[in-house]
């Protein structure tokens, strides 16, 4: 960190003059410095010794010009974020029935059998994939590890942040419990990694509708973020009954491998492991990616299977000899790297992580002061209606570092709270509804997010948008439409263009098709409940996940860190993609 133009920077020299006396300052500044790093001295007792020294060297020069220089402007400036103002986070006494009823519903919501199913048991169900014939045929019969095996093997630990993991648990594709992928984030080697992981219990790996949706996410999440991807491929391809809804359209299929090309272009490295059998799409995918890895015995690639070249020529052929690993690696060249084990494989993709020449720092801990309040104490404040919606300040009081939030317009606008703050560490700009969204508070949050545009802080948008019976309007107005890095939920949100609750106060809820029929219009009200729901949500991709309240703090905290990885990519001049054929 020394040398001449940060010593004038500091200092106020000119370089001439700093080079006259560099000689004589070296070697004094390197003895005392190496007393400081063994613990002999403390920073000021350097700071003092070195001060006599440039007396005598340099006369024209005050103690009161130096310290600057030993104390890091990371350090100095993490001195100053305990400055921010301390939020009041104690329930108001006149408040405490509705924290009370909300803590009920929440616990109930965590508790209760219905919400049992559809989140611990529907969590556990969905790790289990294809269920335990598929599982045992899986790993006994073709000899291949699970996908969550498969992670466990290449993350660097169990920090993982799986994506939408009830995707497509209640959509109607007969016995499927899942999406049939795997997405997340964790890191290889140090760098955060978004993973696109086949899983072959579930339908053989094919891709449905839903698949496919979840796997472009994957990809739209590594492009805002500029993170590495990996895929674990072992895919049978796309499920032909369902072949109209999801190939032709400009959202579907064919939008993996163009993604693919343009990550390519942009810089963002893919690597590829195909560790089964992988047919028609689910071969486009690791020939595309920019390097690949195959596992001998189990991965092979074709466009269409040894029965359909049978069917079509009469010609007997196995798997191997039509695309296997020796094929592929010796003769077509599709792959790159030819592994004799999953275990060697994934030992492989971690070397290959190693060459991406990203510049990382050091390893670091970030210092932060934990929430002057209780997490746990956010299940009493998820509210369960709008009637029992307590003050936002409430809600970041237990999310933010040491309960502190620098206000900005704090008087104007009063139903949007926006502020700065720190998530373990990390600066963020909040954005969070207080009430209905007025005039006022539109200009105030324009104000706020142009300021955190400008200064390149992320920024954290907490969204309970109260409804304006009886006008049609969002129960929790969903923001994918504007492309989050990341968008989450809690148990309790729903998301609706109207409140069941006002369906009768609407005028095209009175047309002559709903007159009277008060049947129709109560099937309309439970239609509306049940779709406004986070679960049906979540099972459509319209977010990346379902969270609990107590565990926001640590998810958000995460997501900050992975979004920030971008800063340390080496650039690269050249503007097109790696091509392999």
Known sequence: MWNNITSCSLWRLSPSFMSSRIQTLTPLFIRHYKDFCKNRQTIWTLRNSLCQVLKKTVPTLTCNMFPHCFVSNKARYGQYKKTFPVLDGSIPSVCEHVFEENLRNSEA??????????????????????????????????????????????????????????????????????AGCLTGIGKICGVWCVFVANDATVKGGTAYPISVKKQLRAQQIAIQNRLLSIYLVDSGGAFLPLQAELFPDQSHGGRVFYNEAIMSAMKIPQVAVVCG????????????????????????MFLAGPPLVKAATGEDISPEDLGGASMHSKVS?????????????????????????????????????????????????????????????????????????????????????????????????????????????????????????????????????????????????????????????????????????????????????????????????????????????????????????????????????????????????????????
């Not at 048991?121 to 073709?142: D, F, M, P, W, Y």
């Not at 699970?146 to 995707?167: G, H, K, Q, Y």
């Not at 059998?277 to 092979?300: F, L, M, R």
């Not at 006008?471 to 492309?483: A, H, I, K, V």
């Open 333 to 581: 060249g599709c792959v790159d790297h030819f592994a004799s084990s999953e275990k060697e494989a994934y030992e492989c993709v971690r070397n290959i992580v190693l060459t991406l020449n990203y510049e990382l720092p050091p390893e670091e801990t970030l210092e932060y002061d934990d929430p002057l309040y209780s997490a746990e104490e956010l299940l009493g404040l998820a509210p369960r209606g709008y009637s029992y919606t307590l003050h936002i300040k409430l809600i970041l009081s237990r999310l933010i570092d040491g309960s502190r939030f620098q206000e900005f317009k704090a008087e104007y606008g009063t139903t949007l709270v926006t502020g700065f703050a720190h998530m373990e560490g990390h600066l963020v700009g909040i954005v969070a509804n207080n009430g209905q969204l007025t005039h006022d508070a539109s200009l105030k949050g324009s104000h706020f997010v142009q300021l955190c545009s400008q200064r390149s802080i992320p920024i954290l948008f907490l969204q309970n948008t109260a409804p304006h019976a009886p006008e049609p309007t969002s129960l929790s107005q969903c923001g994918r439409s504007f492309d989050p890095n990341f968008l989450f939920l809690w148990p309790n949100a729903r998301v609706a263009l109207v409140d069941s609750r006002h369906i009768s106060t609407f005028p095209q809820a009175r047309d002559d098709d709903c007159t009277g029929d008060d049947s129709e219009l109560k099937h309309l009200k439970e239609k509306l409940d049940e779709e406004s729901s986070a679960f049906h949500s979540s099972a459509r991709l319209w977010d990346d996940g379902i969270i609990l309240p107590q565990n926001s703090r640590k998810v958000i905290a995460q997501c900050l860190t992975i979004m920030k990885q971008q800063k340390y990519q080496i650039a690269s001049l050249q503007h097109y993609p790696v091509i392999r054929l």
């Open 109 to 178: 919501c965590i508790q209760s059998f219905v919400f049992e199913i559809r989140y611990s048991e529907l969590l556990c169900k969905v790790s289990k994939g294809g269920g335990e014939s598929a599982i045992l045929r899986h790993t006994q019969r073709n000899k291949k590890l699970l996908v969550r095996e498969r992670l466990r093997m290449l993350l660097d630990d169990e920090t993982f942040l799986e994506l939408s993991p009830f995707a497509g648990f209640d959509l109607p594709y007969g016995d499927v419990p899942a």
């Open 277 to 300: 059998s992988c047919t028609a799409g689910g071969a486009y995918v690791p020939t595309v990616a920019e390097e690949t890895v195959i596992v001998d015995k189990i991965g092979s």
